[in-house]
């Protein structure tokens, strides 16, 4: 009886003899639906029908193309292959029974057979393909899903904006997405297959192989994945800053790496620029701060130095007078006694000898020399103060004519004790230099970075020499063309090759720590080049000295000649 609303399964019966059709279908018509073909190219018609039968039962003996045949057709076909197919044949079935399950059957009947053998064969074929259709379906959608997951991570791969690069466990590549491609400079094909050691400089090879090694060995760090900063390498051979991270995916053979790639090159620029801002507004911060204290000590060394000037010439004037009545005196005492016949009064010969043990005649020499080298220091410290006075001056918003020559001077004078122990200074500043426009200031800084840093090298270079050995710095400016060029050199250790192309970046330095900060080059740098439109180049010579060359643009009106005044 038929239940209504269930479909039914449907079994094809292919078989030429009437009675075996009448059986067969007597006994399955109850449970499934039953369809009868009376030959092979009948059945073969009725498979590719819009509703193809769930199970075959093929009679093996047919005129014209027997069961065989029919199988063969069936498992040619694409559409009709996976229909289960149980041979029903009245032969002894043991030597057709191996072409038959090579052919695709997937079982025997033997005529005459029982009904409860059959419905049992039958339904136990039919459960047993309807869990391999639902096993193919489940099989058909998971693949469905995987490539369309895969075509959504080739999709996502390919619009990373960070180069993605897949490895084996040997570190070759296996695939990259078109960000590497980009990042790089490398076609796909050139990647493939190849160490991704070609991706970092040639020297960082083998540290990079150690660090991936170790990186795969640790399960801990497999798990939690590794981030790295290194440097990178394009096609061209150019090194740039890259930021990796790692991860571990499994394989059925091994595992394979895969490496996020992103060019920092922006953003390790950003933060040195970010630096050097702070390190310039700290120094700027720190330049005021000082400024202000040397103008208070400038004005308050001023005061003093001025009334002590003033008596000391006072004193000047007046011991020259009255030194001069003392040698009068004297001559006259001295006459006083020789008037005497050789017999002067006690007090008369007490006074001259009083007169001899002061030794009038050197006190005459020596006193006025005495006054004299204070005055020459009172003049230093003016000078001294003055140039306190200038270099603490605050700083211009806007550029103003300048005249670098006593700008220079002023620094150098700043500067003294810092080089006077270890160098001689030597100038020569062309006395017709025009003005430039310049901040004063900011100026003067750059140039007592110069001229401390030609210190510390001609410091360094005489270590261990006798005490009072010094070396040379040398301060020049001259016009060339449409510029002014100042010169600051040195005898110091110079400058290696290697280290050059570094040494204005903030923080760079070669000196011990509490020497150096890294910051005087690159100030100096930032100075000329970034706020006064000039230039800063670099000479030096391992072993015999440094010259840096500053050269600041003059104005239109400046180029007419003359030094502004």
């Excluded at 003049?379 to 603490?392: C, N």
Aim: charged share 25%; proline share 5%; net charge negative.
């Amino acid at each position: 009886m038929e239940i209504t609303g269930v479909k039914r399964e449907k079994i094809l019966l292919v078989d030429d003899d009437p009675f075996s059709n009448f059986f067969l279908r007597e006994v399955l018509a109850n449970e499934y639906q039953v369809e009868i073909a009376t030959s092979g190219q009948e059945a073969l018609a009725r498979v590719h029908s819009a509703d193809k039968p769930d199970l075959i039962l093929l009679d093996v003996l047919m005129p014209g193309m027997d069961g065989f045949e029919v199988c063969r057709n069936l498992r040619r076909d694409p559409a009709t292959r996976d229909i289960p197919v149980i041979f029903v044949t009245s032969k002894g079935g043991a030597e057709d029974e191996p072409l038959g399950f090579e052919l695709g059957c997937v079982d025997y009947l033997i005529k005459p057979t029982s009904a409860a053998i059959v419905r049992a064969r039958v339904g136990s074929h039919l459960a047993l393909a309807s869990q391999n259709r639902h096993l193919e379906r489940k099989v058909r959608e998971r693949t469905q899903e995987l490539a369309m997951a895969e075509e959504q991570w080739r999709l996502l791969l390919e619009l990373a904006p960070d180069a993605m690069i897949l490895a084996d466990q040997d570190g070759r590549i296996q695939m990259v997405n078109a960000q590497t491609i980009e990042t790089f400079g490398y076609a796909r094909e050139e990647l493939i297959g190849q160490p991704i050691g070609l991706l970092v400089p040639k020297q960082a090879q083998g540290g990079h192989a150690g660090q991936m090694a170790s990186f795969l060995r640790n399960p801990s760090s497999r798990s939690m994945g590794l981030g790295l900063d290194l440097a990178g390498r394009r096609k061209d051979g150019t090194e740039f800053p890259i930021d990796v991270s790692l991860g571990v995916l499994p394989a059925p053979h091994g595992t394979r790496v895969l490496a996020f790639v992103r060019d920092i090159t922006a953003r390790k620029e950003a933060e040195a620029e970010s630096q050097r801002s702070e390190a310039q507004l700290r120094h700027a911060q720190h330049m005021e701060a000082i400024g202000e204290m040397a103008a208070g000590i400038a004005h308050e060394i001023n005061t003093p130095t001025q009334y002590i000037g003033d008596n000391t010439i006072f004193l000047r004037d007046e011991v020259k007078e009255l030194l001069a009545f003392l040698a009068a005196e004297r001559d006259s005492l001295e006459r006083s006694v020789a008037s005497s016949m050789g017999n002067p009064s006690p007090e008369w010969a007490g006074l001259k000898e009083r007169f001899k043990n002061l030794d009038l005649d050197f006190l005459s020499e020596e006193i006025p020399k005495s006054i004299h080298q204070i005055l020459e220091g009172l003049a230093r410290i003016a000078k001294i103060v003055g140039a306190m006075k200038d270099f603490s001056h605050p700083g211009t918003e806007t550029k103003v004519p300048t005249d670098l020559n006593r700008a220079i001077e002023t620094t150098l004078t700043i500067s003294r004790s810092a080089w006077k122990y270890v160098a001689a200074m030597e100038t020569d500043l062309d006395p017709d230099l025009p003005m430039v426009p310049c901040f004063p200031g900011e100026f003067s800084q750059a140039v007592l970075n110069l001229v401390v840093n030609a210190a510390h090298a001609i410091e360094e270079k005489l270590a261990g020499q006798p005490t009072g050995t010094l070396g040379t710095i040398r301060v020049s400016t001259r016009r060339v063309e449409h510029q002014v060029e100042v010169r600051v050199s040195d005898t110091g250790v110079g400058i290696p090759e290697e280290i050059r192309a570094r040494i204005f970046d903030p923080f760079f330095t070669t000196k011990p720590i509490g020497r150096g900060t890294g910051q005087g080059l690159a100030i100096a740098h930032s100075v000329v080049v970034g706020k006064l439109g000039g230039s800063i180049g670099l000479e030096s010579e391992v072993g015999r000295g440094t010259s840096f060359i500053l050269r600041l643009p003059l104005s239109p009106a400046s180029t007419m000649g003359g030094n502004g005044d």
